[in-house]
């Protein structure tokens, strides 16, 4: 019993540091996915015990990861689902680099995040409906991108929304009008070319029609 006891208690030791950087290796997998001519990720060492040290991390006292500053770092390729792990990020800074691909929808479990940059990149596909998910979320930056699709009515709930600005992309369908949207300007929206709306003095448009 003793000797079966002591077994776990070793195997647990042994496979405690990995679970404990579950962040790191989250991270971790963005380091691999993208190419980093700047070497700005260069810090990035996957056998440390977590990702604080690194540079451009922030965490808080628990050593749980609140922010990514990587804006302006030249990086290019794609994001990594891993990201919708960083349970306590607050600040996603990825802005004004060469990112290409979808938004992937697991940034909607960041739950924390108080603040979304993700302009000035090449990112495609739709906005994912499920960051309407992201109840503490203030910024939500993804102009200049080639985003395409209908800016999903869900985002409208986002109460603590104070920025949007989702201009330069090529979406379509009808801006939404209602929540949290009733506050922002055209100037959220211009350059979408296919962009209608908003839907304005209870004339509501539907979801119908072609929009891709
Ligand atoms: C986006 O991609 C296009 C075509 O691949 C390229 O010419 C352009 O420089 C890229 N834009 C940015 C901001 O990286
Ligand atoms: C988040 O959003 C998606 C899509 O809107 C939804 O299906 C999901 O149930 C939401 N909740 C969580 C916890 O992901
Ligand atoms: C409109 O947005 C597209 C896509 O981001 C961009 O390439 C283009 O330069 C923008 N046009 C203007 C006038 O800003």
């Known amino acids: 019993m003793a000797i079966w006891v002591l077994c776990h208690l070793l195997l647990f030791l042994v496979l405690e540091p990995t679970n404990a950087n579950l962040e790191g290796d989250a991270l971790f997998a963005l380091r691999r996915e993208v190419h980093d001519p700047n070497n700005v990720l260069q810090s990035w060492d996957p056998t440390l015990v977590d990702p604080c040290t690194w540079f451009h991390v922030t965490c808080d006292s628990?050593?749980?990861?609140?922010?990514?500053?990587?804006?302006?770092?030249?990086?290019?390729?794609?994001?990594?689902p891993d990201l919708g792990k960083l349970e306590r990020l607050q600040y996603l800074e990825l802005y004004m680099n060469n990112l290409v691909g979808p938004i992937p929808a697991e940034l909607g479990n960041l739950k924390s995040l108080i603040?979304?940059?993700?302009?000035?990149?090449?990112?495609?596909?739709?906005?994912?409906?499920?960051?309407?998910?992201?109840?503490?979320?203030?910024?939500?930056?993804?102009?200049?991108?080639?985003?395409?699709?209908?800016?999903?009515?869900?985002?409208?709930?986002?109460?603590?929304l104070k920025i949007l600005d989702v201009s330069n992309n090529d979406l379509?369908?009808?801006i939404p009008s209602t929540g949290s949207f009733s506050k922002f300007t055209e100037d959220s929206f211009k350059n979408n070319s296919r962009l209608e709306g908003p839907e304005l003095?209870?004339?509501?448009?539907?979801?119908?029609?072609d929009c891709n």
């Open 62 to 80: 628990q050593n749980r990861v609140t922010r990514l500053d990587l804006g302006n770092a030249k990086l290019s390729g794609k994001l990594v």
């Open 172 to 174: 379509c369908g009808t």
């Open 115 to 160: 603040s979304l940059d993700l302009y000035h990149n090449n990112l495609t596909g739709s906005i994912p409906p499920s960051l309407s998910n992201l109840s503490n979320l203030r910024f939500l930056r993804l102009n200049r991108n080639r985003l395409t699709g209908r800016i999903p009515r869900k985002l409208t709930k986002l109460g603590n």
């Open 201 to 209: 003095m209870g004339f509501v448009r539907y979801d119908v029609g």
